[in-house]
């Protein structure tokens, strides 16, 4: 059985969520971050040297990173299910959101979290001239590049209400936290496309699933 090392209020929601697509049987080991830090506890550590989440286990392989996991999942228990045909465009937009979901997507969305986060921990002699800091990060450098992605998310649902072909696929489920994120942080909620694209994905009866079986899920 596959267990999933599961980290509250983390991007590993959505290896649940492809579980329950599936219909697989599995574990859910849940972990609390440290409130003060936010990180992950020791024990998460013990599992992953960098104690990072999603981690899963299953007959003594372990896999970590959301996209290897995704991958792993689905080229062993996937059955074709959530995948284009192989060679088809529609394939080639799975591997790209894939890999775009982790990289291109977040940069800016960890940005802002960062930024924005600084001064509410800054000490108060100081926290005047890292609000203005941080400000300044955000309206020359953050806020347009995310707007940047924003209008290319809500551009490309436009087609389909998809994000790769004419049906769910593994790319949507990817998709889904950059965007909870973005509506989260930077108003992608106004968005008509990315609003009923979240809409329909929250709806789902597996995603449903998923947050009872993860628990609390905050993406802010």
């Keep these: 059985m596959i267990i999933v090392h599961h980290l509250e209020n983390s991007r590993s929601q959505r290896v649940l969520w492809l579980l329950e697509e599936l219909g697989l049987e599995y574990e859910v080991k ?28 299953e007959d003594g392989v372990i896999v970590a990173e959301t996209g ?18 192989p060679g088809s465009a529609a394939a080639r937009a799975v591997t790209y959101w894939l890999h775009y979901a ?10 802002k979290l960062v930024f924005t986060r600084l001064p509410e921990n800054a000490s108060a002699l100081v926290r005047p001239l890292v609000k203005g800091v941080s400000s300044k990060a955000l309206s020359s ?28 696929s593994l790319a949507d489920i990817m998709m889904s936290f950059p965007l909870e994120a973005a509506v989260a942080r930077a108003g992608a909620g106004d968005k008509a496309h990315i609003a009923d694209f979240l809409g329909r994905i929250h709806g789902r009866p597996a995603y449903k699933r998923a947050l009872e079986r993860g628990g609390p899920y905050a993406y802010a």
């Design 141 to 168: 450098f953050v806020d347009p590049r995310l707007a940047e992605h924003i209008n290319y998310w809500e551009t490309h649902l436009a087609a389909t209400g998809w994000f790769a072909g004419d049906q769910m």
């Design 30 to 57: 849940r972990y609390e971050r440290d409130p003060q830090t936010m990180l992950a506890p020791p024990e998460l550590y013990k599992i992953h040297r960098l104690g990072k989440s999603p981690v899963i286990e």
């Design 68 to 85: 290897a996991v995704m991958e792993y999942i689905l080229q062993t228990h996937g059955g074709g299910d959530l995948m284009p045909a």
């Design 102 to 111: 982790e990289g291109s997507a977040m940069t800016p969305l960890l940005l």
